[in-house]
Nanobody
């Protein structure tokens, strides 16, 4: 099994920055996609960003392009989400997810493992 543990959430004012980290432990896979999803109250969980196994390919939701950056350190099994210029609409629980596949996916049901989530709150 794989365990994913997120850290770095919190409360920040609009325009501020936060850095989320996800550490993977247990049985890990050399060729896997990592993603960040978020879920706001009353809304469905949505893709924020994803990164391929070697970091060569990334995806960003339109709502975060130019503000968020995903990166990974594969030898250390960690993935990081740098969030800048945060807006109140970024408020949500952020989840780290792993997909046991070479290819990126934006579909929630194509990810195999999930972290417990970390709360991000952006005040106006």
């Amino acid at each position: 099994q794989v365990q994913l543990v997120e850290s770095g959430g919190g409360l920040v004012q609009a325009g501020g920055s936060l850095r989320l980290s996800c550490a993977a432990s247990g049985r890990t896979f050399s060729s896997y996609v990592m993603g960040w999803f978020r879920q706001a109250p009353g809304k469905e969980r949505e893709i924020v960003t994803a990164i391929s196994w070697n970091g060569g390919t990334t995806f960003y939701a339109d709502s975060v392009k130019g503000r968020f950056t995903i990166s990974r350190d594969s030898p250390k099994n960690t993935v990081t989400l740098q969030m800048n210029s945060l807006k109140p609409e970024d408020t949500a629980i952020y989840y780290c997810a792993m997909r046991r596949n070479y290819y990126l996916s934006t579909k929630r049901n194509e990810y195999d493992y999930w972290g417990q989530g970390t709360q991000v709150t952006v005040s106006p």
